[in-house]
């Protein structure tokens, strides 16, 4: 009898916050694995707006649909965390070929650590090509309106996150 292989991938970032473009590599990756793990990290380097608990809860309340997906923070080393859930590939989104060359290098570091491990690149869909959650952030903080590029429950954070009393600004 054949053993049936499960394949399990993480597709770790910041989500700061999580935007459509995130949730469209989600829902094709879950098409591809049998478990995917979101894997919220809680960066030293980037001063996120929202707190790790937040961003883990915004993703669990966006990702719910998706019954093979579940959302969990972490802090170290994003190869430890894949060895420790047991996962054979990350999966890493590539907006522009601007972004490549650092994938790439991370990629790398990633096969030296974890040398079992692949890394997936996926390209977003064409009309989340140029979203970014910097770019969210700072369109919202100068009141700009955000709610098609992020769902409604991280519009409506983001909204509060920022001091607006309505969607789309001031």
Known sequence: MT??????AV??????PL?????????????????VVVAVA???IKQPLFTLEERVDMARESLARFTNVTVQGFDGL????????GAKVMIRGLRAVSDFDFEFQMAGM???????????????????????STMIREIASLGGEVGEFVNVGVHRRLMEKMNFDRPGGY
């Open 3 to 8: 053993e049936v292989k499960r394949i399990k």
């Open 11 to 16: 597709y770790a970032g910041t989500f700061d």
């Open 19 to 35: 935007t459509l473009g995130h949730e469209d590599l989600i829902r094709r990756a879950s098409g591809l694995f049998d478990r």
């Open 42 to 44: 809680d960066s030293r």
């Open 78 to 85: 994003l190869a430890h965390f894949v060895r420790d859930h």
């Open 110 to 132: 990633n096969r030296r650590l974890q040398p079992d491990v692949e890394t997936l690149f996926l390209t977003p869909a064409e009309q989340y090509a140029f979203i970014s």
